[in-house]
């Protein structure tokens, strides 16, 4: 079975650019994450939608992310616009309901 | 709200040492507890998962226990190899909400010489 796919894994982007990152998850997944990932602050869940539902969007993050399903089976991030401290990892992951939740291997964003 | 503490920076170890990451939490509800490992370019996978308190979980040789009375889920395994290499994340699971939200400690960071 196909684990969560992410792309692109790098991304170089100037500041103000408009970035869109993109999530497959596994399939039969019903609940999808996006997580941001940086040494300081660790894991920060930016969004969470169930059956395709936004259930949370990260508080912090609404500004200039927004998160979408456009299907069961694709996700997209978007980040508009770009400032240099969006420098992080952005993982994406999924689970069935209550189960394992699987993470894809990140997309790393340098703002520049 | 739900918060987790886990003890910061690396932990420099020599093979067949003893491991131990101190974790505990905090919530108003009863969670379920999870450890994830991250090796260097995945994302985290989880390595234990302990739904019920005074229980504890066993995987790959490293194990945690589910205390609820000292609020705690420390990580150990009895004798680490080069391969245990990893960031280990202590993380709570809300399982009275809708969903399956995680929340993740800061990471610890194990490196073991061989």
């Known amino acids: 079975d196909a684990g969560v796919t992410q792309t692109p894994r790098h991304e170089v982007a100037e500041k103000g650019q408009t970035i869109i990152l993109k999530c497959e998850p596994v399939?039969?997944?019903?609940?999808l994450f996006w997580y941001r990932q940086t040494k300081i602050q660790g894991l920060e869940l930016l969004s969470y939608f169930r059956s395709k539902s936004l259930m949370e969007d990260g508080g912090a993050f609404k500004d200039r992310f927004k998160a979408e399903m456009l299907n069961s089976s694709f996700s997209t991030l978007k980040i508009q616009p770009t400032e240099p401290k969006d420098s992080a990892v952005y993982l994406c992951?999924?689970?069935?309901?209550?189960?394992?939740?699987?993470f894809g291997k990140g997309t790393r964003l340098t703002v520049v | 709200g739900d918060s987790v503490t886990q003890m910061q920076g690396q932990v420099t170890l020599s093979e067949d040492d003893f491991l131990f990451i101190n974790c505990t939490y905090s919530t108003t509800w009863y969670p379920t507890l999870f450890w994830y490992v991250q090796y260097p370019g995945e994302g985290p996978q989880l390595l234990l998962k302990?739904?019920?308190?005074?229980n504890k979980g066993i995987s790959r040789g490293f194990e945690a226990t589910y205390d609820k009375r000292t609020t705690s889920f420390h990580l150990q395994k009895a004798s680490v190899q080069e391969s245990d290499s990893a960031v280990y994340y202590c993380?709570?699971?809300?399982?009275?909400?809708?969903?399956?939200?995680?929340?993740f400690g800061i990471g610890t960071r194990v490196l073991v010489r061989p």
């Open positions: 302990v739904t019920t308190a005074n």
């Open positions: 992951a999924s689970s069935r309901h209550n189960t394992e939740v699987f």
């Open positions: 399939s039969g997944h019903n609940d």
């Open positions: 993380v709570l699971g809300d399982t009275n909400s809708a969903g399956n939200k995680l929340t």
